[in-house]
């Protein structure tokens, strides 16, 4: 016999929200950093070596940027996909106790 699937459609919509929170957290925390990081100027110098430095380290801030935003929007719609779920799962529970009740009056 399989076993029951019982589903908290309250649970699975604050866990979706957590999510989504947890992603904005992200977010804010990583603009804040960037922030930071722009704060310290240029230290490496505008010399020959430093102009080296400094677009390495341009670059590989900017790939990293674009990996956490990507992450960060992957994140995001997970969580507007589990607050989804919740709100279908709760249509059903509604469908279904509707339905029941209907079989019941023909009793």
């Not at 904005?24 to 804040?32: G, I, V």
């Not at 102009?51 to 719609?77: K, W």
């Not at 919740?86 to 009056?105: F, L």
Request: a negative charge.
């Amino acid at each position: 016999m399989a076993p029951e699937l019982k589903v908290d459609h309250q649970q699975l919509l604050k866990t979706g929200r957590d999510i989504g929170t947890a992603a904005s957290d992200l977010r804010a925390h990583w603009q804040q950093f960037q922030g930071e990081l722009a704060s310290y100027g240029e230290p490496w110098g505008n010399d020959d070596i430093g102009q080296v430095i400094g677009l390495c380290y341009q670059g590989a801030l900017q790939i990293f940027g674009d990996c956490l935003d990507d992450n960060i929007g992957a994140v995001t719609e997970h969580a507007e996909g589990v607050q989804a779920m919740a709100g279908t799962y709760r249509e059903s529970e509604d469908t279904s106790h509707i339905e029941v009740n209907r079989v019941k009056d023909f009793l």
